[in-house]
């Protein structure tokens, strides 16, 4: 998209956790021309593990690995790093990371996370990102069961500049939904960012409350929504995995935001959400300020990871 970019030395300084007990774990393997044989190779396989890559994910690149020796485009343990960052860049075309958007006005982005993920703090920060273009954009409440979350929201939306559709606490959130699609098409909306409530991947109670508000937009604003977004706590490591798999099987996610990958040493789950997967992580959050979101490149940040 482009509206909102971070420097890499942003990126680096923000993954120092990550990079640093990768830079750890590696150091003590790759050493200066060292062969590549299967006890290297055992021990980068368990490295990466630890670093929240995953079983299935290291697996595929050890192999690639090897065969990369075995055809000699890789000799000596130095070149690893290399082939790993060139490898791993290749996982995310460019199509398939950039925001999904409506033809015609409004573009409508469901949000959904289980609570605790950071789920409010990462709406503020993607509706302050889109809002710098001058563009309107609404927000609504839909989390009408969690006790102060329509007023968090409200407060992060008068702090961001954007306007907000509400009901009282304990409303129907399909009806919200339904007011905010009406005034975002009304007041000539951009965007259109839900919140709902947040719920545990295994209450299918709660889950099949957020289908009933997908299905409502759905019939609001044809084609919508546009994207569906799944705010993942990176600190949660691999079981953001599973709740990521539940999720898509209920609404279709199309993409991650990725929030907490600061206070993290865990920003391998980046890599290992994208290949078991294939869902795109969109969007990271570094911070609590709005600001500090970055648009997901993955050549920032597998430069940010391995540097």
Known sequence: MGIFTKTLDYIRGHLGKTRDKIKTSLQTILTIGRDIDDELLDQLQETLISDDIGVETTDKLISDLREAYKTKKIQKSEDIIPFLKEHIKSYWPVEHRQLNTAPTNPTVILIAGVNGSGKTTSIAKLAYMLSRNKEKVIVAACDTFRAAAVEQLSIWSKRIGVEIVKHAQDSDPAAVAYDACSAAVARGAKYLILDTAGRLHTQKNLMKELIKIRDVVAKQIPSSPHEVMLVLDATTGQNAIAQAKMFT????VTGIFLAKLDGTARGGIVIAIKDQLNIPVKFI???????????FDPDTFVEALFN
Do not use: S
């Not at 099987?249 to 279709?252: D, G, L, R, S, Y």
């Open 249 to 252: 099987e209920a609404i279709n």
């Open 285 to 295: 959050g570094l911070g609590e300020k709005p600001d500090d979101i970055a648009e």
